[in-house]
């Protein structure tokens, strides 16, 4: 980056500074002596919040110091006026991290996201470089239909891949294809089209995206989560149908691939590599991010890794991370009562509002149709382009999708999408809670949940089903 526009940003994030102070001003004088200031009911942390993505949604060409400058004042915040807040056990947990270490189950605090994130975001776009290099994307045109069916069959293999594979991995390697067939011109319409098919692919599986694995480590089922595939299905019908045709339209796909290209075999070794590790690693430690970068450095002995892809997505790793522990200071102790329309709306939360930590809050509260809500966490923040680390990253690639305006008006196909296919799971299957580790169906065990005071209170010994609780209500 130049001195010039070194200057500029100074001089913008100094802007995006003030604007934040002179919003929180007058806010303190709501404060009541010894409580964390609010107005009314909402704490202050929302609104400072609120007005990150609102500076993210109107700053689009900032967006990096939007996130940083709003991170530092919540942070800021939280240290002055939450006497509730410790930062250091917030970020690592009560328990010593050498522990944290060796034992997954005893990871506590908030270092274990971030540096996952951080890892798989770096980590993949250094796969999509060795892919590119590979020449794979360039005779793929000898294998895709060159009408809109091209565009639509790309979908179908992120679709596919993701739900075996990170969802970033699959974003990245879609992209990447993108690039290379449709001659450098991506409609923002199809990009968002090939972020929903990642995180759609994930929905279902339990190493397919970060909160479904979260789901299976907390004692959920791969069985309770994989009918969320019947939304994902009816979703992508409806989106991959009308981002492919935007595609169509905009540029169509290569007809004939590049003559004399020769498969790199080494780099395809390498990619598979990467993303076995990244499997590995998430099954066995929970930190995908570990495999991803064993095998990168073992990959350094066979090819020349593109080094350069680091310093390229530092920018938007930081910005996503930035968002993360933003989302993560938010003082969200509670949701409403596990139901059909908490669900729903955590679909659209979560394109706004780090899905993680929500998923963590409905596996504390328990009694969840984990499918359903898989579906509405991973796939919701598809709506807009920083609501899910895959969104993150492809942008890192496609910088002008970082104009929410221009990401929601050309893909308004997402969020229809999303009330068909949750809606068609719903009508379909119902609404079917299941166990969790702490949180039982029959007879929960958790003190004050209210499965259990149901159980206590107005039910015969034994052991009774969630829907004959609900029936005797």
Known sequence: MTSGKLRLEGKFCKKILLFFLFSIIPLMTFASSGNVPSIGPVRLEFIL????????????KHTFWVAVTGLTVILTFKLIFD???HFMEHMFGELPLSEQFLDKEMRQGEWGIILNLLG???GFAILSKIFEESKVPEILPNYLPDDWKGPFLLLVFVFIMSAFLDNIAAALIGGTIALVVFRNKVHIGYLAAIVAASNAGGAGSVVGDTTTTMMWIDGVSAFDVLHAFIAAIFAFGFFAWFGSHQQHKYQVIRKDAITG???DWKRILVVAMILVGAILSNILYDMPALGVWIAIILGALIIKIPWKEVPGSILGTIFLLCLVMCASMMPVEELPNASVGTAFALGFLSSVFDNIPLT?????????????????????GSMVWFG????????NKFPEGRDVVKWIKNGWHIPIAYVIGFFALYLILGWHPTDNKEHKINNCPV???????HT???LPPGTVGYHELLKQE
């Open 49 to 60: 919040f609120g007005l990150v993505l609102l500076g993210v949604a109107m700053f689009h």
């Open 83 to 85: 006497p509730g807040f």
């Open 120 to 122: 798989l975001l770096l």
């Open 261 to 263: 290209v020769k498969i």
């Open 360 to 380: 963590k809050l409905c596996l504390d509260q328990g009694h969840y149709d984990w499918g359903i809500l898989a579906f509405a966490v991973g796939f919701g």
């Open 388 to 395: 899910s680390s895959a969104g993150v990253a492809i942008t």
């Open 447 to 453: 003190p004050g949940c209210p499965m259990a005071f």
């Open 456 to 458: 206590e209170a107005l």
